[in-house]
């Protein structure tokens, strides 16, 4: 395993969600490297289902010119000092207007290692209820809900094109074959 240390940075762009410019870092051996690089506070994403249905949603994503990117409900740690899960409740009542009785922390990754220190954390939300009111998204989104049956899981998985929400699929996929084949292990 190859030690640096961080040694200094300089920001040379300030956004309301990002950072950007370069952190130098030291190695070991004495090489100095610097590298571009995007802080940003964070996200969650969250893999709602009951019986039925994986709970998602279609948006636009102006960066990257899609008009209806099928995702699951996510959304950025914009609120100082809030935990992660505390976020996911957020934004779970904020985009498809569910609560949960149930959640559980699958993972979490990084996005981008190679110039972002964006995390996300990914979480499994069941025992799925209304909230009073419905969805309330922010002014400037546009999120339509999308009760997506779970007998057609592989058709959104080949249409989404999302990382956070192709890691949540594939990994509900995974785990709802794992229990098909452990019942039929146990018959």
Same mark, same amino acid.
């Given at each position: 395993m190859t030690e640096f240390e961080p040694i200094g940075a300089e920001v040379?762009?300030?956004?309301?969600?990002?950072?950007?410019? *370069?952190?130098?870092? +030291?190695?070991?051996?004495? !090489? @100095? $490297? =610097? +590298? %571009?690089? $995007? &802080?940003? #506070?964070?996200?969650?994403?969250?893999l709602a289902v009951d019986a039925e249905h994986v709970w998602l949603t279609r948006q636009p994503r102006e960066a990257v010119h899609q008009t209806a990117s099928l995702e699951i409900p996510a959304g950025k740690l914009d609120v100082p000092g809030e935990p992660p899960l505390a976020t996911a409740e957020r934004e779970l009542a904020e985009e498809i207007g569910k609560r949960a009785g149930a959640w559980r922390e699958l993972m979490w990754f990084w996005t981008s290692p190679g110039f972002s220190d964006e995390r996300v954390w990914?979480? %499994?939300?069941? @025992? !799925?209820?209304? *909230?009073?009111?419905?969805?309330? #998204? @922010? %002014?400037?989104? +546009?999120? @339509?809900?999308v009760p997506w049956p779970l007998d057609r899981l592989d058709d959104a998985i080949a249409g989404? *094109?999302? =990382?956070?929400?192709?890691?949540?699929?594939? &990994?509900?996929?995974?785990? +709802?074959?794992?229990? $098909?084949?452990?019942?039929?292990?146990r018959t």
């Open positions: 040379r762009f300030s956004g309301t969600i990002i950072r950007a410019g *370069v952190e130098r870092f +030291r190695y070991a051996d004495g !090489l @100095e $490297v =610097s +590298r %571009e690089k $995007v &802080w940003h #506070p964070g996200a969650v994403g969250i990914l979480y %499994e939300a069941t @025992e !799925l209820g209304d *909230v009073d009111g419905g969805a309330a #998204p @922010e %002014e400037d989104e +546009r999120i @339509e809900t989404c *094109v999302d =990382s956070k929400s192709l890691i949540a699929l594939l &990994w509900l996929r995974g785990h +709802r074959r794992a229990q $098909v084949d452990h019942q039929t292990a």
